[in-house]
Structure formats: structure tokens, C-alpha cells
């Protein structure tokens, strides 16, 4: 790379890089929770049909109730089939013909897959290649190829994010489109790029930006050689420009750095597409960017979406027998939290999905429907399928939408206007759900990340126990929260769920510390505490600044071989009060022992809590069975006041409350099993939107295999 191109880059990088965008000043009048009607609609593209059918599209669409496209999103090469040429009457037929039909678009930016002219030009942009699906170790849930380097045309989304020739021809097709359109009376909003994760590949462009990065941030190598230990091994820095690329480093504090970084460079790259939209878009129109679903920690979700107006989410899920509201909810539940507004939902499963055809697993008779009000149900104002039609060639020949290949009327179509038909009549009574929930699960990318280079084990990591906590929580019908470390607002939450906080400052420890005086409850995994937010283990007693409020100190911690039967049974687990993978040699100061390891060598404390102000910390210091820690949570959940009937339904019945635009109370009671099963309901006095029967405090409700009732009180 030549000298005066990294100097370009830099400079009109270096304010992004540096500190990631906090959202952008332009007044936007579009609000995700004051919105009319439930959306509720698929992707669409005409240009993927074997022929003209869009007429016939629209007709079907119009017939069955679809109320929104989305379009746009993965088609620059039909946008601009060559280097300046830019077409856009295919699209115009298709905004106006929905614009007739009165179908609300949703219009998305190409950036995710560039023109072969392009790579023919730059060749360089392009950063990866597939490689293999691995096998599906048992799950009916898809896999896909792992990406590596070199770079090589065919993949999506395998570009350099810092090449400048990239960023010149994304930044010239977004301002061509969204200039062009920006007027239709059809477009409601803008998806910019699609499901946007870093490559995390060291192109001289990204080593270029880092080291400048690290030159504003901490001044001198000394200083990292400080923080990140570089004496170890011998591996000082002595001048800036000798600092080693990412590429076989091993240093944790390094690859914490690094990561943080390409969270930075994701972040910048969606707030300059946002920028740009703004610079066109009408005030009632929206902002949005599509996460594939859970949580992750390759990206800063939080900061990504502080430049939307409104948060997207692609939350696929297992079917047949193997359906809940788990993962459906997960996703949910993050992405309402992202900005504590309403969600889309940009993509869902219509019939089976897969890369190939190894998960073909259509949805049972009603399984669709229940899905479409158990994302509602979380607060989401929208569900859009992937996609209209299933497609006959490509990649995803066998992620089919709600047509098969066949194009025509089908079950999962007649289902799917079964639904539209409900929600055009009650859709303005469920949207803009409102929470106020209690409790919260707290989330640290840095924590995943960093205990990712030093895992205890090759099961379980950071995000094993996020999603154990988050499944306890819905076994136990009470929906939470996410929110990240350091939110200044956890006073809001009666009770926090902590996974291994493993990489964290004192600062942050000392606010969850201040948060457990103050009245709070946590609960607390193993690891927690243990190094700072450099990845660099304290030399101070573990667990470092959360000493007082746990009530504990350990040096020494041990892996287990074999999981450990635990000692009493305080929560009444049974054969599943056990721990397991790792175990901390607790010395309790204050805290009591609730629970001990059944080991003649190491009979030490598994499980503590600790009274601290007027609040209290439990901290497991193993990894507990999910039975195990679902009852830990009840009984915590159980001291906060914050349990009640919900907890006394049957297992199948799970249900989500919140409250309506008009200000009345909602209580959803979805049935995930293929048996009628009776619920008793405890709230007010009320009726089913669906069905319109009054219903009755102290009542049964009776819901069918796959179905559902939605409460609403008087």
C-alpha cells in the first residue's frame, strides 16, 4: 500500500476508529414504538424469479394480506451492472406496483455483495473464501462454511471495510439509490447492509488504522508494553512502527485490543452508510440494520444501534417437536434492549431452512402462527419472512420462503393469510408493546472475548451460561432484559443475572458492587472479577474489587474431570446439584456457604451468598446444571418479590405481558406442545383478541396444540 494512500485513510478514518459513533444529531421524527398497525410481510425479489411475474406476486401478496417488502438489499450488480452505469427503472416498477397495491417497502443498501466488476478492478477488496459446512453435531440446525483467508470471489460479505476504493464505489451506490427514491410514497424506511460482522483479517489497510489507533489511545509503547505484559517472551515494543500485525499473536491483551477494534471499524462503517441516508431520507422515514439473531460478541450491538432509528433482527429457530420461544425470545429480548423501543423482525423462517438440504424441517400445522405472537410478544412491530418465493438456484436453494418452487398457493401460504387476517384486525392493539421488566441479564463482549483465549473449557464459555440464565429465566416464565456493563441505570432492575464477568475495570466492578449495596440482587458466575479490562490477571486477591460485596477471596481454582456432586441441596435439585468444568477455592469473609463440593481434597464452597448493604450477591463458583441454576434464579427471583402464578403454569404454557398504545394491560399465553393444555388465569378481568371470549380472573383458559391466548384487561 502506497504512503499516500494509508495517509488518506487514516485521516478519514482516524475520528472513527478511535471512539465509536454515538448516533447521529439529525432530528428523527420516525419512532419505533408509535407506529399504527403490526407490519407483516416477506423479502422480496423479482429479480431472482425465473421470469416476470411480479404482477402475480403482487396479486398473491395482496390476496393473502402482506403488508410490507423488503427489497434491494443483496442486488448491486443489478443496480449497477457496470462501473457508472446506474439502473434503476427495474426497481421503479416494482416500488410503484406496490405503491398501487398500497404494500409498505422497506429498501435496502447492496453493500453486502459487490459487482464482478469491482473484484475485477480490485481484486484486493475481497478479504476471504468459504470453506466447509461442518457437520451438524446432532442439531437440526444449520451450519455454515467457515471463512478464511485469502480472499476469493462468491462469499458475501468478505470485503476489507478500511479499503478505500470499497468504501468510495458503497458510498457512491448508496447516495445513487437512496437519492433516487427517496420521495416514493412506498418507502418507509432503509435496511442498511445486512447482518454486518468483521472479517477481523489484517489488511494493510486495518494494520494501518490499529497502530494509529493505538498511538492516540495510549500515547507511548510503553504503555502497552505495561498493560498487555510484551515482556513476557520477550516481545517489547520500542518503537511504534516495529509493533507486530494481529496475524499469530498470541497476547491476550493484544486480541482484546484488536477486537475492540474491529467492533469499531463494523460500528463506523454502518454509522457512514447511516450518515448518508440521512443526508436523503424523508423524517417518517426510518433507519434500521438487520442482526442475525442472539447476542454476539463480534460486534458492539449497543453502539450499532445508538445510528439506527429503529433495530432489525433475523432470529431463525428449530421446528416440529423441537419448537419454544428460546432462541426466538433471546434475539427478542436483546434487540428491545438495544435501544428499550420496539423491533423488527427483517427475517424468519417460513417453511424449512438450510444452506443444503441436511435441516429440511417444515413447521407443523399452527407452528407459524404461534411464532408470528411469540415475536410480538417480545415487542417486536414487525415480522417479515425469508423469503416471498424459495429460490431454484444459488446458495440458498433450500432456504425456502413461503412459496415453494412450485410458486403456487400452498399450506404454509394459507397459513400465513390466516394470520395476516387476524392482525389486520386486532394489529393495533399489539403494537408498540411496552415493558417494565425487573429483571436484567448483563452482557460483556470484552468478558466472551477474553475468556475466549483463555476457555476452561471446550463446552462451556461465556456464552453457555448467558443462554443457561436466559433459558432459566424462561423456564421460569419471567422475561428480562439485557443490558451492558457499565449502563449507569441498573437501579432500575431488582435483579441482575451476571455471567463470568472475566475482563472488566474497577470501575465497573465497583458500580455492580454499589448496585448490590444499594438493594440489588445478583447472581454471579465463576470467573468473575479475575482480570482487568486489558485481559490482564489482577495482583490483588481474587475476586478484586467485588471482594466486599461477594464476600469471598480464593487463590487457587481447580478444572474438573467429571462433574461433582454438591453438598447440602439447598434448592432442592436432586441428582442434578452438581457442578462441573471448574471450581474456585472460596474462603468466605462475610459471605455464607449455601452449597459445598462433596470432595474429601477440596470439600470447599460451590455456591455463597453474601449480604452486602441492603442488597445481596450469590456467586456460583462452578459451572452449575441448567436444573441448578434455574432453581438458584427461582429462589433469588422468589426473595425480589418477582414471582407469582406465572411460575405455577404448566411447563408448555409460556407467557409475556406488556402494555398496549391504548394503555391496556396485554397478557400472551402460548402453548409450545402438541397437547391442549389448560392455564389458569390471574389477572384482570378481560378477553381474547383472537377469539373475542370474555375471560375471567381465577378462570381456566384452554389452548389448543400450537396455539395461543391474548388477554387483554378491561
Known amino acids: 500500500m502506497c504512503n499516500w494512500t494509508r495517509t488518506a485513510l487514516v485521516s478519514l478514518l482516524l475520528p472513527l476508529i478511535t471512539v ?161 427514491f427517496n420521495n416514493h410514497p412506498a418507502v418507509i424506511g432503509y435496511q442498511i447492509d445486512n447482518e454486518t460482522f468483521p472479517t477481523g483479517v489484517p489488511t494493510p489497510y486495518m494494520n494501518a488504522a490499529f497502530l494509529q489507533r493505538l498511538k492516540l489511545k495510549y500515547k507511548t509503547p510503553e504503555t502497552i508494553n505495561k498493560i498487555w505484559g510484551l515482556s513476557y517472551w520477550g516481545q517489547l515494543v520500542d518503537n511504534w512502527d516495529d509493533l507486530p500485525p494481529r496475524d499469530g499473536i498470541l497476547n491476550p491483551g493484544y486480541k482484546l485490543e484488536w477486537e475492540n477494534f474491529q467492533h469499531d471499524v463494523v460500528t463506523d462503517y454502518l454509522a457512514a452508510q447511516a450518515k448518508i441516508v440521512n443526508e436523503y431520507k424523508r423524517p417518517d422515514q426510518f433507519i434500521t440494520q438487520d442482526f442475525s439473531g442472539g447476542v454476539h460478541a463480534n460486534i458492539d450491538q449497543w453502539a450499532i444501534a445508538r445510528n439506527l432509528d429503529v433495530v432489525a433482527e433475523n432470529p431463525y429457530f428449530e421446528t416440529q417437536n423441537r419448537l419454544n420461544g428460546r432462541s426466538i425470545w433471546l434475539s427478542g429480548d436483546l434487540a428491545r434492549s438495544l435501544k428499550m423501543a420496539n423491533y423488527l423482525v427483517t427475517e424468519t423462517n417460513a417453511q424449512a431452512i438450510g444452506w443444503d438440504s441436511r435441516t429440511q424441517y417444515p413447521q407443523y400445522p399452527g407452528q407459524l402462527r404461534l411464532v408470528v405472537y411469540t415475536h410480538l410478544a417480545a415487542g417486536a412491530n414487525m415480522v417479515e419472512y425469508w423469503h416471498w418465493h424459495s429460490l431454484h438456484y444459488g446458495q440458498e436453494t433450500y432456504w425456502k420462503g413461503v412459496l415453494s418452487h412450485d410458486l403456487l398457493p400452498n399450506r404454509t401460504y394459507a397459513e400465513v393469510t390466516r394470520v395476516a387476517a387476524e392482525l389486520k384486525k386486532i394489529g393495533a392493539q399489539l403494537v408498540n408493546l411496552r415493558k417494565d421488566n425487573k429483571v436484567a441479564i448483563l452482557v460483556s463482549t470484552d468478558s466472551a472475548n477474553a475468556l475466549s483465549y483463555m476457555p476452561v473449557s471446550d463446552r462451556v464459555n461465556y456464552m453457555t451460561v448467558l443462554q443457561q440464565m436466559h433459558n432459566s429465566l424462561y423456564d421460569l416464565n419471567l422475561e ?14 431488582r435483579v441482575l443475572l451476571v455471567p463470568p464477568l472475566y475482563s472488566a475495570s474497577d470501575r465497573e466492578l465497583q458500580q455492580l458492587a454499589d448496585y448490590v449495596k444499594s438493594g440489588g440482587q445478583v447472581v454471579m458466575s465463576f470467573k468473575s472479577g479475575f482480570t482487568n479490562e486489558f485481559s490482564t490477571v489482577r495482583d490483588v486477591m481474587a475476586p478484586g474489587p467485588l471482594r466486599a460485596a461477594a464476600g469471598f477471596h480464593y487463590q487457587e481454582f481447580s478444572n474438573l474431570a467429571e462433574p461433582e456432586k454438591l453438598t447440602p441441596d439447598p434448592y432442592k435439585a436432586g441428582d442434578q446439584n452438581l457442578g462441573s468444568v471448574w471450581q474456585e477455592f472460596l474462603i468466605p469473609d462475610t459471605a455464607d456457604a449455601l452449597s459445598w463440593f462433596d470432595d474429601p481434597y477440596w470439600h470447599l464452597p460451590a455456591i455463597t451468598r453474601n449480604q452486602y448493604g441492603s442488597g445481596s450477591l450469590i456467586y456460583e463458583a462452578t459451572y452449575v446444571t441448567d436444573v441448578l441454576q434455574r432453581e438458584v434464579i427461582r429462589d433469588v427471583l422468589s426473595h425480589a418479590g418477582l414471582t407469582g402464578p406465572d411460575q405455577n403454569l404448566p411447563d408448555a404454557v409460556k407467557i409475556r405481558h406488556g402494555r398496549n398504545s391504548q394503555g391496556k394491560a396485554l397478557h400472551y399465553y402460548l402453548n409450545f406442545s402438541g397437547k391442549e393444555q389448560t392455564a389458569s388465569y390471574s389477572y384482570g378481568d378481560g378477553s381474547d383478541l383472537l377469539t373475542t371470549n370474555a375471560v375471567f380472573k381465577g378462570g381456566a383458559l384452554k389452548i389448543k396444540p400450537w396455539d395461543l391466548a391474548i388477554i387483554e384487561e378491561r
Do not use: C
Open 480 to 493: 428480562p432484559d439485557f443490558v451492558r456493563v457499565g449502563d449507569p441505570n441498573l437501579a432500575r432492575y
Open 20 to 180: 465509536a459513533a454515538d448516533g447521529l444529531a439529525q432530528e428523527k421524527k420516525f419512532a419505533a414504538d408509535q407506529m399504527d398497525t403490526i407490519l407483516y410481510g416477506v423479502a422480496y425479489y423479482p429479480e431472482y424469479m425465473p421470469d416476470d411475474r411480479l404482477d402475480k406476486d403482487i396479486e398473491m401478496m395482496k390476496a393473502a394480506g402482506i403488508t410490507v417488502v423488503r427489497v434491494g438489499e443483496s442486488t448491486w450488480s443489478s443496480w449497477e451492472p457496470r462501473d457508472g452505469d446506474f439502473q434503476f427503472a427495474w426497481m421503479q416498477r416494482v416500488l410503484d406496483r406496490m405503491q398501487q397495491a398500497d404494500i409498505k417497502v422497506i429498501l435496502g443498501t447492496p453493500t453486502y455483495s459487490i459487482p464482478t466488476w469491482l473484484y475485477k478492478e480490485h481484486p484486493e477488496i475481497l478479504v476471504t473464501h468459504a470453506g466447509i459446512a461442518p457437520p451438524l453435531n446432532g442439531s437440526v440446525y444449520p451450519t455454515y462454511p467457515s471463512s478464511s483467508a485469502p480472499g476469493a470471489y462468491g462469499p458475501r460479505q468478505n470485503y476489507d471495510f478500511l479499503n478505500p476504493y470499497f468504501r468510495q464505489y458503497a458510498d457512491r451506490i448508496i447516495r445513487q439509490i437512496v437519492s433516487h
